[in-house]
């Protein structure tokens, strides 16, 4: 069965470093999420991506944040200098699109912590 | 604003039945799901309701009103291994995706 996976599935990091988080979303999807889950919080909304370019964002989704589809595989997020409130489980989501029942399917998620 | 509600937490007994409410305020409605959430692992996928109605699968069943904007997921023949966070979320007129914040359900023996 398809799948959306993610890498890293944990990953540890400096306060101030670049961190990128990968996503493969199910490969005949065209809408792709990416959320955050501070522990013990609800899921949040980073960022939608469709055709592209980012389609909507969150608050949440400041300038050190950014995504990009560098092939026709892969989409990833990119934390520019981490804060320690970035520590948070990264979900990617990816939706079929078109006449879809817009059910996303979520990868494992990529767990951040920042010291 | 957009809005989702549902409670923080609820306790059942194992082998007993649960109703989990939801009710919602956004501007549109494209569907309404509910998701399950163990503690460290992503939502998993539960249910779709888009017209008003009564949904089964299994021990599980998600009733929706949209007249109401209120939903709510049933659990019968509760498990240890429901033992997890259960997340209503409705896609607005944009097909996003707007979460409650997550029933967390303890079963106990």
């Known amino acids: 069965e398809p799948e959306v996976t993610q890498t890293p599935s944990h990953q540890v990091t400096q306060m101030g470093q670049e961190v990128i988080l990968r996503c493969v979303p199910i490969?005949?999807?065209?809408?792709f999420y990416w959320y955050r889950q501070i522990l013990g919080q609800k899921v949040e909304f980073l960022v939608s991506?469709?055709?592209?370019?980012?389609?909507?964002k969150s608050e949440i989704f400041d300038d050190q944040f950014s995504v990009e589809r560098p092939d026709g595989s892969n989409f990833t997020l990119k934390i520019r200098s981490t804060k320690l409130e970035d520590s948070a489980m990264y979900f990617c989501?990816?939706?079929?699109?078109?006449?879809?029942?817009?059910?996303?399917?979520f990868g494992e998620g990529s767990r951040l912590t920042v010291l | 604003g957009q809005n989702i509600d549902q409670p923080t937490e609820m306790t059942a007994t194992e082998g007993a039945i649960v109703q989990i409410n939801c009710t919602y305020q956004t501007s549109g409605f494209n569907g309404l799901f509910w998701y399950q959430q163990h503690a460290g692992e992503a939502p998993t996928f539960l249910s779709y309701n888009v017209l008003d109605g009564l949904e089964e699968k299994g021990r599980f069943s998600s009733f929706l009103s949209r007249s109401k904007g209120y939903s709510y997921l049933l659990l019968k023949e509760l498990q240890m291994k429901d033992s997890a966070s259960y997340l209503c979320?409705?896609?607005?007129?944009?097909?996003?995706?707007?979460w409650g914040a997550g029933t967390k359900l303890i079963i106990k023996p």
């Open positions: 979320a409705v896609t607005d007129s944009n097909y996003q995706l707007i």
């Open positions: 991506f469709y055709n592209n370019e980012i389609s909507e």
């Open positions: 989501a990816s939706r079929e699109g078109g006449r879809d029942t817009g059910e996303l399917f």
């Open positions: 490969s005949n999807h065209l809408y």
